[in-house]
T-cell receptor, first 111, second 111 residues
Framework: SQQGEEDPQALSIQEGENATMNCSYKTSINNLQWYRQNSGRGLVHLILIRSNEREKHSGRLRVTLDTSKKSSSLLITASRAADTASYFC???????????FGRGTSLIVHP | DTAVSQTPKYLVTQMGNDKSIKCEQNLGHDTMYWYKQDSKKFLKIMFSYNNKELIINETVPNRFSPKSPDKAHLNLHINSLELGDSAVYFCATGHPNYGYTFGSGTRLTVV
């Protein structure tokens, strides 16, 4: 069954603006991961946040995790046209070691 | 040297045919996965193999048969292809504590 749900489904912004995507999940997790998929390519791992962490940074990426609300957010600061892609969250559904993905957020950054 | 390589990248075939997709990883992980991504970008787990043994088979028709000759390879054979099998198929490997690496995908079109 589908574990994660990203929101919004689509996001269109101008270069330089920040982009925020959200992910909600249903069952307890060990960690949550975010991935990027460029058109016609495979998924690329961006960042992993463990269930005992609340925030994590990597370059222009900031991920938060709220286990009480079963939700996570991915913030991309100072977006660039090259950030145009689909972004997915993945969880392991209570330690199943099977990464389960949502439908993704399609981000378009206009130059 | 590609970490997860899939072949072929594109596959166009007629209904009723049998085809195979190959996947090889050089990252040394024990677990490999096959995912199906539909036209709405939903990624659905199909199979998970751990060290050549099938761990999960998520309600996939038995026309799909994975084969793992060793832990670095996980091939997908599909019998009697149907129109609904058209999708992008991704191979992946990794570890839940560190993230997953995906192949670039095989776009299967059944005509």
């Amino acid at each position: 069954s589908q574990q994660g749900e990203e929101d919004p489904q689509a996001l269109s912004i101008q270069e330089g603006e920040n982009a925020t995507m959200n992910c909600s999940y249903k069952t307890s997790i060990n960690n949550l991961q975010w991935y990027r998929q460029n058109s016609g390519r495979g998924l690329v791992h961006l960042i992993l946040i463990r269930s005992n962490e609340r925030e994590k940074h990597s370059g222009r990426l900031r991920v938060t995790l709220d286990t009480s609300k079963k939700s996570s957010s991915l913030l991309i600061t100072a977006s660039r046209a090259a950030d145009t892609a689909s972004y997915f969250c993945a969880t392991d559904a209570g330690g199943s070691y099977i990464p389960t993905f949502g439908r993704g957020t399609s981000l378009i950054v206009h130059p | 040297d590609t970490a997860v390589s899939q072949t072929p990248k594109y596959l166009v075939t007629q209904m009723g045919n049998d085809k195979s997709i190959k996947c090889e990883q050089n990252l040394g992980h024990d677990t490999m996965y096959w995912y199906k991504q539909d036209s709405k970008k939903f990624l659905k787990i199909m199979f998970s193999y751990n060290n050549k043994e099938l761990i999960i088979n998520e309600t996939v028709p038995n026309r799909f048969s994975p084969k793992s000759p060793d832990k670095a390879h996980l091939n997908l054979h599909i019998n009697s292809l149907e129109l609904g099998d058209s999708a992008v198929y991704f191979c992946a490997t990794g570890h839940p504590n560190y993230g997953y690496t995906f192949g670039s995908g095989t776009r299967l079109t059944v005509v």
